[in-house]
């Protein structure tokens, strides 16, 4: 039995990323940029993880310059959009979810979250979802931009694994993407994956079980 379980957020715990979508666009909107990413549009810009990265791979698509935006600045509020999106209650977590963390619970199993995505997102889920922090929930946090190389490098995953003091072989993983499976393959770890409404078709090659969802883990 793993001692811990370390969880991607988007498309994993929940199914995020079209609010993403919407958080990105009204951004796009509201600063005035013109821009609108389509389901087609961030199906093909998801494959780049990060928002500021994403960002800066739709700017190069259309020849932006890049000197032209402050990407960090356009990406906070982006996040504040997105947090402000999220306390509006649509998003709950996918079937099986919460039955895995109170059964990991009850066997003493530790939780953490390995993730590309920005910490308050990840606090604004928890809001949402258990009314509490994350850190109440979930043991160990590593998001988004503490690691210097996202997802589909291992960073994130083995800062998790460090804040654990556990090897990988000690734990197991859950994702919902390639980018996510190959991250966590890289760390060492075993990998269950439950694809997501953008992920369902990847190739999952090399993950221990691929799941409609966590209902029947
Ligand atoms: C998915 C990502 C993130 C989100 C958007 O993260 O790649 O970039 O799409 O969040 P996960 P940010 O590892 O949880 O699947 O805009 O904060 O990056
Ligand atoms: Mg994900």
Redesign the pocket.
């Known amino acids: 039995m793993p001692k811990a379980l370390i969880f991607?957020?988007?498309?994993?715990l929940a199914e995020t990323?079209e609010l993403?979508r919407r958080a990105f666009n009204d951004t796009f909107a509201t600063e005035g940029h013109g821009w609108h990413w389509t389901r087609d549009d961030y199906a093909r810009l998801?494959k780049t993880?990060?928002?500021k990265e994403?960002i800066a791979r739709h700017m190069a698509e259309i020849g932006a310059d890049p000197a032209t935006v402050d990407i960090p600045a356009l990406?906070k509020a982006?996040?504040a959009r997105y947090t402000a999106l999220m306390a509006a209650g649509e998003i709950g977590l996918r079937p099986g979810v919460q039955a895995v963390i109170d059964n990991a619970r009850a066997r003493g199993q530790r939780l953490a979250i390995a993730?590309?995505?920005?910490g308050p997102?990840v606090e604004a889920l928890a809001q949402a979802v258990w009314n509490t922090r994350a850190g109440d929930v979930f043991e160990v946090l590593a998001c988004?931009d503490e690691v210097a190389a996202k997802?589909p490098a291992p960073d994130v995953f083995l800062l998790a694994l460090d804040r654990l003091g556990l090897p990988a072989a000690d734990c197991l993983a859950f994702e919902?993407?390639l980018n996510?499976l190959r991250s966590a393959l890289a760390a060492g770890l075993e990998v269950i994956v439950t694809p997501s409404s953008y992920t369902d078709g990847e190739d999952f090659t090399g993950a221990a079980r691929v799941l409609p969802d966590l209902t029947n883990y």
């Open positions: 991607d957020v988007d498309g994993t990323e993403h998801l993880t990060g928002g994403r990406h982006k996040t993730t590309t995505t920005s997102n988004g997802k919902d993407s996510g």
